[in-house]
């Protein structure tokens, strides 16, 4: 499985940025897509998740900001990121997950970055 991801950048307190993350290879029925971040110096934590049939998760930070959504026919996650704060400054990862097996596959990580 290969994940690629776009749609980081840099963009001002407040603003918005979407972030695109499309699967390909193996993929398997059940799985689901996600985005985690690692800002520097800390550790790297999930952000969104969304399961195949639809159940979604999100970091208490990030609730009523972000949503994220996804295309199963193209295999395609999507984290649209609205009020962006500064703490929202890290590279953002996508994930696949085997919801079968357990094993993760990562995208290359992408910046995000929020300015005053």
């Known amino acids: 499985v290969q994940l690629q991801a776009s749609g980081g950048g840099l963009v001002q307190a407040g603003g918005s940025l979407r972030l695109s993350c499309t699967a390909s290879g193996s993929i398997f029925r059940f799985n689901a897509m996600g985005w985690y971040r690692q800002a520097t110096g800390k550790q790297r934590e999930l952000v969104a998740r969304?399961?195949?049939?639809?159940?979604?998760n999100y970091a208490d930070s990030v609730k009523g900001r972000f949503t994220i959504s996804r295309d199963s026919a193209k295999n395609t996650v999507y984290l649209q990121m609205n009020s962006l704060k500064l703490e929202d400054t890290a590279v953002y990862y996508c994930n696949v997950e085997n919801t079968n097996s357990g094993r993760n596959y990562w995208g290359q990580g992408t910046q995000v970055t929020v300015s005053s």
């Open positions: 969304i399961t195949t049939g639809g159940s979604t």
